[in-house]
Each structure stands twice: as C-alpha cells, then as structure tokens.
C-alpha cells in the first residue's frame, strides 16, 4: 500500500499545469469551416479552442460540430465549409478556469471536460488545462509514495 499526499497537488494553481497559448492550435474568429477542419485534422485534435486577434476566448470547435453542420437531409453539403464561419457552429457554452484557481477545481471540470481553456480576469486566452497533464501529475506523485514506502 501507498500513502498519496493530496496537499502536494492541491497546493498547485492551474497555472502550474497548464499547456502555454502559445503551444495550443486554435482557429480564429472569422475562419471558414474548411480551414477549422484542415487545423483539426493536421493536429489530430478533436476539439480546439476559437479566438479573436485579441486572444479573446470565444468558444470552442470540434471535428462532431463541423460534421454535424454539413449534413443535409439528403446528402453532405460539402460547400457549407467554405461558406460557414467558425463563429457560426462553435460551441460558446465552455467552462472557463482562471490562472489562479486551485487545481481541485480543474479536476473537477476534466471529469466531464477533456480539456478547458484557461483565461486572465480580461477573458484573454492563457491556455489549456488537460486530462493528460493532471494524470501525469499524479501519476507522478503515485510514483513517488511508492518509492516513499519502499525505503521505509
Ligand atoms: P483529443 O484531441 O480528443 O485527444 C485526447 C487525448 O489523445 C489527448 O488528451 C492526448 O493524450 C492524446 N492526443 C490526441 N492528439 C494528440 C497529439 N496530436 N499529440 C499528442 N497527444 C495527442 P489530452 O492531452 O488530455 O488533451 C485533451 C484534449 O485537449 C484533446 O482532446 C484536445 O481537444 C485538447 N488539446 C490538447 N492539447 C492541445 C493542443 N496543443 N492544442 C489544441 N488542443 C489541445
């Protein structure tokens, strides 16, 4: 058996764990569906955040919701990608988490979220805070009460 010290993590801010903006793939408002697609694809993400030039957060888009716009009764309509904005589909209804909040908080919103954009107090775009870089984190902190409990 191992003891998992939860102080450790729950002392870190979500800016401790976060993915920089500037390493994040996002689209901007103004995009047509073609070029989200195109980003969705070469990246291999399924879902990306949608800023302004600003780097104001303004939604999320995703490989269901393009597809889910370009199917018509009767066939694809494949010249919506061209003539549709991002603006148009994205999905606004995100959770948010502020740069300063406790890392509880972001675990909480990963239990249904894969990821969730982190913003300033000016809604500009930080990053992301994901799955991945929380299960690193205690998977790390697993490890180390391990071996805590090995040399004991
Ligand atoms: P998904 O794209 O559905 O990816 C699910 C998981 O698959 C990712 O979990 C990651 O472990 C792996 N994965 C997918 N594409 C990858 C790639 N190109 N390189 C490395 N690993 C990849 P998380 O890392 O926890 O990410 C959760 C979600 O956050 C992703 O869901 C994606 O929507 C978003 N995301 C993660 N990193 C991103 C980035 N740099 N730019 C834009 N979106 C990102």
């Not at 957060?57 to 919506?80: Q, T, V, W």
């Amino acid at each position: 058996m191992f003891s998992l010290s939860a102080n450790e993590l729950m002392g870190l801010t979500i800016q401790d764990l976060m993915i920089s903006g500037d390493k994040v793939a996002h689209v901007q408002i103004g995009n047509n569906l073609e070029h989200a697609l195109l980003v969705l694809t070469k990246t291999g993400y399924t879902a990306i955040p949608v800023l302004d030039p600003t780097f104001t957060l303004h939604g999320l888009i995703g490989m269901n919701l393009i597809m889910d716009n370009i199917f018509g009764l009767e066939r694809i309509e494949f010249e919506k990608l061209e003539n549709m904005k991002v603006e148009e589909v994205m999905n606004t209804d995100i959770p948010r988490l502020y740069l300063h909040d406790t890392v509880e908080k972001g675990l909480d919103l990963v239990v249904n979220h894969p990821f969730v954009c982190v913003i300033n107090e000016n809604n500009i775009f930080e990053g992301i805070f994901t799955r991945r870089a929380i299960l690193k984190k205690v998977k790390k902190q697993i490890q180390l009460a391990n071996n805590g409990n090995d040399s004991e």
